[in-house]
């Protein structure tokens, strides 16, 4: 057996189990990630936040003192990056002292992102650019399927807008939905649903790769907010996007994006984990 400190957080209910290693000292297998973020067997989560330097993670060519967030899927797969679990990691870095400061910059695989805390308690993140596709990709779900918008923002996004026959409270998101062809996204997607309540307010849900269906997905947000924008014929706009777990502010400005939403720590323990080796 082996004994690891935690934190856990969530951002709209889109939850995360969290470990400092400040040098990447700890050999983090993907079993070890699966069995963490189990919600019977371990302590549950959408995904892992492993705080290291930046120096310790392999081919950064960045600046090596940064906090680098290194985000696993629930599955133990690697993703380029995670809106909410962006806002958790800012959280856990400002409540154990690792930051300060109006701004604080993190490294990521989808490269450097900042983050403002703001006075009502939310935390406001830089997202970056967002890129649309011009080509449709052809989504699949069921014997239902749409022409949806491919996004990326850091990380493989697909946005299909659900009409009002097709209610997306009634969706089946538990398995994952396919898509054609199916080389658009080799190493999996994201796939957002969205009903459209207004210009600036939208409403969704999301099948994350890796972890299924989620509370919250906070670049899908932006991906639908973009996706939304795009159908509506311009580049800049304030998006309120509803979620499961709540709702996200996305900013949109000729390309570059900011996601606005609420991060809370909820407990510290320590973890036994099986040596299943």
């Not at 856990?8 to 209910?13: E, N, P, R, V, Y």
């Amino acid at each position: 057996m082996r004994t690891w400190k935690f934190a856990k957080g969530h951002g709209t209910m889109n939850d995360f189990v969290i470990l400092r290693d400040r040098h990447a000292m700890v050999k983090l297998t993907d079993d070890d990630v699966r069995q963490l973020c189990d919600r019977r067997a371990g302590i549950g989560g959408d995904g892992l936040l492993r705080v290291t330097l930046a120096s310790s993670i392999p081919g950064w060519q960045g600046d090596p003192d940064l906090w680098f967030m290194d985000y696993r899927n629930s599955d133990g797969s690697i993703a380029e990056m995670c809106g909410n679990g962006l806002r958790v990691f800012v959280r856990y870095l400002l409540e154990e002292d690792l930051a300060s400061g109006e701004e604080i910059v993190v490294a990521t695989r989808a490269g450097v992102k900042r983050a403002w805390p703001l006075m009502d308690g939310r935390i406001r993140t830089d997202l970056g650019s967002v890129s649309l596709a011009d080509a449709p990709v052809r989504v699949v779900l069921g014997a239902l399927s749409w022409d949806a918008t491919e996004v990326n923002v850091g990380n493989p996004h697909a946005v299909c807008f659900v009409e009002e026959s097709q209610q997306l409270a009634t969706l089946d998101l538990s398995h994952a939905p396919q898509w054609q062809p199916a080389e658009r996204f080799p190493d999996g997607a994201n796939v957002e649903f969205v009903e459209v309540l207004a210009d600036d307010h939208i409403r969704m849900r999301v099948h994350e790769r890796g972890s299924g269906e989620t509370m919250s997905c906070g670049t899908g947000t932006v991906a639908a907010a973009a996706a939304h924008c795009r159908r509506l014929g311009i580049t800049s706009a304030e998006v309120r996007v509803d979620i499961p777990g709540g709702w996200l502010e996305v900013g949109l400005d000729d390309g570059q994006a900011t996601l606005t939403g609420p991060a809370v720590l909820v407990a510290h323990g320590e973890a036994q984990l099986a040596d299943l080796s």
